[in-house]
């Protein structure tokens, strides 16, 4: 028994074998975000080099695709924004990102303000800058 499996129709599809998030109770529990956008292999903010390695980034604009992401992902499961309870953030580069992404963070969550842990890590999956994996309500 660990909770019912849910996928957004509104999010991109997942690079892996897992679903959009999982309901267990009243929690629901978000498989980690990021920016790539529906029926596109492009992602925000994001420049690639023939071999598929990033070649620039816009932080930005991956912050704002992958809230958004998060967004239609809660609310397809039955939640909403304003109830998320706690924030995982991975960052591949805090050093040049951190502020910008938190003054983006700080305005997304200006009124709802979760738990939150910001780490960095060397890189993810897919040539991005940023994932998120949230815990909301129901």
Same mark, same amino acid.
């Given at each position: 028994m660990n909770g019912e499996k849910l996928n957004s129709s509104r999010a991109p599809? $997942?690079?892996g074998l897992y679903p959009h998030a999982r309901k267990f109770g009243n929690l629901l529990f978000l498989s980690g975000v990021g920016p790539r956008t529906l029926d596109s %292999?492009? +992602? #925000?903010?994001v420049t690639l080099n023939n071999e598929g390695k990033i070649v620039d980034y816009d /932080? !930005? %604009?991956?912050?704002? &695709?992958?809230?958004?992401n998060i967004k239609v992902i809660l609310e397809d499961c039955g939640s909403c924004w304003e109830k998320i309870i706690d924030v995982q953030v991975f960052l591949t580069n805090m050093k040049d990102d951190f502020k910008k992404y938190n003054k983006i @963070? $700080?305005? @997304?969550?200006s009124d709802n303000q979760p738990?939150?842990?910001t /780490? !960095? /890590? %060397? &890189?993810? #999956?897919t040539p991005i800058a940023i994932e998120l994996k949230v815990i $909301?309500? +129901?």
């Open positions: 599809q $997942a690079v %292999k492009d +992602i #925000p903010g /932080i !930005e %604009k991956q912050c704002h &695709s992958v809230f958004n @963070y $700080a305005d @997304y969550f738990t939150r842990t /780490i !960095e /890590i %060397k &890189s993810l #999956p $909301a309500t +129901i």
